[in-house]
């Protein structure tokens, strides 16, 4: 099977704009969750999606936003960016989400100028 | 919220054993994750710790205390691949949502 992939690998946006990140989960899983990494705030929860509802959803202003679609595909827009916003935003996804190991993607570095 | 506590950095040599801990506060715990993540690449998954005792796998094992809040992931005969960041994440709060501590760094030297 293929693994979790995600895109673009790398963006450049300046502030004020907005973007938005792909996330194809491996075949056969529905619950796909978004993290945020950085240096000095490790891996962060952003929200969880299962079956095309937002399940699960972490402490990040409305401006972090996502939604998941019929083939358990997901993405994750961010408006307005702010320099704080930049960072690896990682995708990973599990059969249930429920006591399962999660699969990570390799994620996209933002960064925002 | 949890309150998770692992060191920053560790150094070890190839070959030797190394016992990387983790603190953590939650209530209604289930359940402990550690995942490796390699400069650059995606976390991957280690091992998955519910009960306590000591859960070994190869040349990776861990340990977890419900009672003390207290995990440990213990890695032998070192190889240099496994210079990395290490994550410890337990459950708790109700949620099957983990909670990463900020990673420990472990550098293998020759």
């Known amino acids: 099977k293929a693994g979790v992939t995600q895109t673009p690998r790398y963006l450049i946006k300046t502030r004020g704009q907005q973007v938005t990140l792909s996330c194809s989960p491996i075949?056969?899983?529905?619950?796909v969750s978004w993290y945020q990494q950085t240096p000095g705030q490790g891996l962060q929860f952003l929200f969880e999606?299962?079956?095309?509802?937002?399940?699960n959803k972490g402490n990040f202003p409305g401006r972090f936003s996502g939604r998941q679609f019929s083939n358990s595909r997901s993405e994750m827009n961010v408006s307005t960016l702010e320099l704080g916003d930049s960072a690896l935003y990682l995708c990973?996804?599990?059969?249930?989400?429920?006591?399962?190991?999660?699969?990570f993607g390799s994620g996209t570095q933002l960064s925002v100028l | 919220g949890q309150n998770i506590d692992q060191p920053t950095e560790m150094t070890a040599t190839e070959g030797a054993i190394v016992q990387i801990n983790c603190t953590y506060q939650?209530?209604?715990?289930?359940?402990l994750f550690w995942y490796q993540q390699h400069a650059g690449e995606a976390p991957t998954f280690l091992s998955y710790?519910?009960?306590?005792g000591l859960e070994e796998k190869g040349r990776f094992s861990s340990f977890l205390s419900r009672s003390k809040g207290y995990s440990y992931l213990l890695l032998k005969e070192l190889q240099m691949k496994d210079s990395a960041s290490y994550l410890c994440?337990?459950?708790?709060?109700?949620?099957?949502?983990?909670?990463f501590g900020r990673g420990t760094s472990l550098i293998v030297h020759p």
């Open positions: 990973a996804s599990s059969e249930e989400g429920g006591n399962e190991k999660l699969f």
């Open positions: 075949s056969g899983h529905r619950s």
């Open positions: 999606y299962f079956s095309e509802t937002q399940r």
């Open positions: 939650t209530s209604g715990f289930n359940g």
């Open positions: 710790n519910v009960l306590d």
């Open positions: 994440a337990p459950r708790g709060g109700g949620s099957y949502i983990p909670t």
